[in-house]
C-alpha cells in the first residue's frame, strides 16, 4: 500500500492542511490571569509557523469560567472580549506564514479541576472524584448540560469571528466530554447516560450549525482503568462519530488526568514536580517528604513505559473502520517514522507536541533532512513545569542559571 507523502496537503471537508505534520495542542502557561491571550503566546505560535509547522493546534482554552484548569496560565474563549485578542495573535502568526491554519483546542475541565482555581462546584458526568485532583464533583443536572453545551458552541462561533481556521474539540485525556464518554465516570441514568455520545454528538451538532469551522476531535482510545474507555469501545465510538458526517478529522491519544505521565510517557522528574505542583505543594514540606519516600515508589509503579510511536495500534484500527482522517499523537520522534505511518500504515497525518518544543523549526529541519530524528528525549520537564511560574520551553537548553535557579539543579 502506498499512500501520501509528508508534504502532500491533508484535504479535510473544510481545511486544507499544508502538509501532514501537525503541532499537537500544548499548554503554555502564557495566558494573562484572566485567560486572555499575550504577545508572548503570539510570539510562540508565529515562531512555529515560521519554522514551517504548517497546522497549529492551540493549547486548551477554555470554553466557561466552571471548566477552567488547575493551570493560571491558561487561554480561555469563553466571552466575546476575547475575540478580539485572539484575532490579533492570529495577525500575527499569518505574518510569519500567511498559509499556517490555526486551529483553537477548545475544553471543559469537568471533574479535573478544583473550585479554588474556577470560583465554582467541580462539576462532571457522575459522582466519581478524579484521584489526582480529589475535589468532590457533583453530576450536571440535564438542564446544566444543555448549558455547557451552548458554551461549547458559543466558544467555536468566537474562534470563528477571531479567524481561527478550526477547533478542536477536546474529548480525551479525561475531561468533561471523555467523563460521558467513560463507563468509568458516567454512571448516569438518564438519557446522557444511556447514550453517551449524547453530549459529544449535541456540541457537534451545535458547532456545525453554528459555525463553518473545520471540527477536529481528540479521543482518548484506552485509559488506565479497565472499566474506563477501551480501545474496543474507542472503535465503536469512532464508527458512530464517523457516520455523523460533521468530524473532519480524528485525533488519537490516550488516557486521562488520573495519571498524567501516562498520556505523554518519558521520565518522571519527581521531584521538580513535587517542588511546584499545586496538588502537593498545598500539603506543606513535610507531608510531601513522606510521600516522596514511602508512597511515590508504589505510585510509581503505575506508570506506562515510554515506546515510540505509543498510540499507533490503536489509531490503525480505527483509521480501519472511519472514513473520516485520522492523525495520531505520541511518542512520533522520526521522519521515516512519519514517512511509514502514511505510506503504509494507512494513517492521514501525525501530531507532535514535545519535538516542536524542544526544535520550533522541527518541520523545516526535516524538509532538509527527511530521515531526521528529533532531539526531544522526553525527560518531560516542559510537562512538569507547567505548574511552575515559568512559561513553556524546552528545559534541556535553558541556561545553567536558570536551571538552577528554577529546577533546582
Ligand atoms: C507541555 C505539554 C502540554 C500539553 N498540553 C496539551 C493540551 O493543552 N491539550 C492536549 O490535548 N494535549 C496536550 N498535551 C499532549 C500533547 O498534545 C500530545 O498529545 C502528547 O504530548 C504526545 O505527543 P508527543 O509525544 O509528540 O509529545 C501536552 C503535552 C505537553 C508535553
Not at 316 to 337: A, D
Request: proline share 6%; hydrophobic share 40%.
Amino acid at each position: 500500500m502506498t499512500g501520501p507523502g509528508i508534504w502532500s496537503p491533508l484535504v479535510l471537508p473544510r481545511l486544507t492542511l499544508p502538509h501532514r505534520v501537525v503541532r499537537a495542542a500544548t499548554y503554555d502557561n502564557l495566558a494573562t490571569r484572566d485567560g486572555f491571550p499575550t504577545d508572548a503566546q503570539a510570539d510562540l505560535l508565529a515562531g512555529l509557523a515560521r519554522g514551517g509547522a504548517g497546522t497549529l493546534i492551540t493549547g486548551f482554552a477554555y470554553i466557561s469560567r466552571q471548566g477552567r484548569a488547575l493551570q493560571g496560565g491558561q487561554a480561555g474563549i469563553d466571552h466575546d472580549d476575547k475575540i478580539a485578542p485572539w484575532a490579533r495573535v492570529l495577525e500575527h502568526v499569518r505574518r510569519a506564514d500567511a498559509e499556517a491554519k490555526v486551529v483553537l483546542q477548545i475544553a471543559h475541565t469537568g471533574r479535573q479541576t478544583t473550585s479554588g482555581a474556577t470560583g465554582r462546584p467541580v462539576v462532571g458526568a457522575g459522582p466519581v472524584r478524579c484521584t489526582y485532583f480529589l475535589s468532590p464533583v457533583r453530576p450536571l443536572t440535564e438542564r446544566e448540560i444543555g448549558g455547557v453545551v451552548r458554551s461549547f458552541v458559543e466558544a467555536a462561533r468566537r474562534a470563528w469571528r477571531a479567524g481561527f481556521d478550526g477547533v478542536q474539540v477536546h474529548a480525551a485525556h479525561g475531561y468533561l466530554i471523555h467523563q460521558f464518554l467513560s463507563p468509568h465516570t458516567n454512571r448516569r441514568r438518564d438519557a446522557y447516560g444511556r447514550d453517551p455520545l449524547r453530549f459529544l454528538r449535541e456540541i457537534v451538532a451545535g458547532i456545525r450549525e453554528r459555525t463553518p469551522l473545520a471540527i477536529l476531535l481528540k479521543l482518548s482510545a484506552g485509559e488506565d482503568r479497565p472499566d474506563g474507555i477501551t480501545l474496543d469501545r474507542a472503535v465503536d465510538y469512532a464508527r458512530a462519530i464517523d457516520g455523523w458526517g460533521a468530524v473532519d478529522a480524528f485525533e488519537i491519544s490516550y488516557g486521562t488526568m488520573e495519571i498524567p505521565l501516562n498520556i505523554i510517557r518519558g521520565a518522571v522528574p519527581a521531584d521538580v514536580s513535587l517542588r511546584y505542583n499545586p496538588l502537593f505543594t498545598r500539603w506543606g514540606r513535610w507531608p510531601v517528604a513522606l510521600f516522596r519516600r514511602f508512597l511515590y515508589p508504589w505510585y510509581k509503579k503505575r506508570f506506562l513505559s515510554f515506546a515510540e510511536l505509543y498510540n499507533v495500534d490503536a489509531a490503525c484500527r480505527i483509521r480501519q473502520t472511519v472514513r473520516t482522517p485520522v492523525l495520531v499523537t505520541g511518542g512520533i520522534r522520526t521522519g521515516g517514522q512519519i514517512a511509514d505511518l502514511l505510506a503504509r500504515q494507512g494513517l492521514d497525518g501525525v501530531t507532535l507536541c514535545r519535538p516542536f518544543i524542544r526544535e520550533p523549526d522541527f518541520v523545516s529541519r526535516l524538509r532538509d533532512d527527511p530521515g531526521r530524528r528529533s532531539a526531544c528525549i522526553s525527560c518531560n520537564l516542559c510537562t512538569v513545569m507547567c505548574d511552575s511560574p515559568y512559561p513553556l520551553r524546552c528545559w534541556m537548553d535553558a541556561p545553567d542559571d536558570l536551571r538552577r535557579e528554577a529546577l533546582g539543579i
